[in-house]
């Protein structure tokens, strides 16, 4: 069973993102590029909240 | 002229219906249907394995509960990736582990999964009718 949560956020960033880089772009170019931005900020936002979150009792 | 231009967009619109309702079945064969492979082969792969974690993951798929509404709209989200959802429904999966510590992770798999096919009948929907290549 799946239970690393980093590993599940990676996976659901990874999908996500190319479907939605051959959705909003047309070459492949922009296809690549705007998959890599949209994955790396999936990841960086997840981290900030996480961060953020930090001081707050769990 | 405007009348033409207008009977034109209603035909278009009507030969967009067999790929948009082929692309809800199965994820993907609507881009087929419209000479673009490439993204239907991608399309398929992505829709499918958010299915497919989702369900491993121990995802639900919820029922049509009308007196539940965030429950009901979950549903038809799901219902969104076509045949897969039908296929899963009958074979008794889907029923979900509420004990799962990746429960809640699970049904967003599925629910984005639903979600994302409808974008993708959109796109094919848009590229049927010539707004986008």
Known sequence: MLTSHFFILTLFAFLVSIAFSLLMRNTRKEQIRFAILAFACFIGSAFVIGWLMFPFPS | ?133
């Open chain 2, 1 to 133: 002229m405007a009348v033409k231009e207008s009977t034109r967009g209603k035909e278009d619109a009507f030969s967009a219906i067999p790929p948009c309702i082929s692309a809800w079945l199965v994820p993907g064969l609507g881009h087929v249907m419209l000479r673009r492979p490439y993204r239907g082969a991608i399309f398929f792969s992505v829709v499918m394995s958010l299915f497919a974690a989702g369900l491993a993951l121990g995802g639900e798929l919820f029922p049509f509960d009308r007196s539940e509404l965030l429950t009901l709209l979950a549903a038809f989200a799901e219902v969104g990736v076509g045949l897969p959802y039908f296929i899963v429904d009958i074979l008794g999966l889907g029923r979900g582990e509420v004990t799962a510590v990746t429960y809640e992770y699970g049904y967003t798999f599925l629910i984005v999964a639903g979600l994302m096919n409808m974008l993708i009948v959109l796109d094919v929907f848009d590229i049927a009718v010539g707004r986008k290549d």
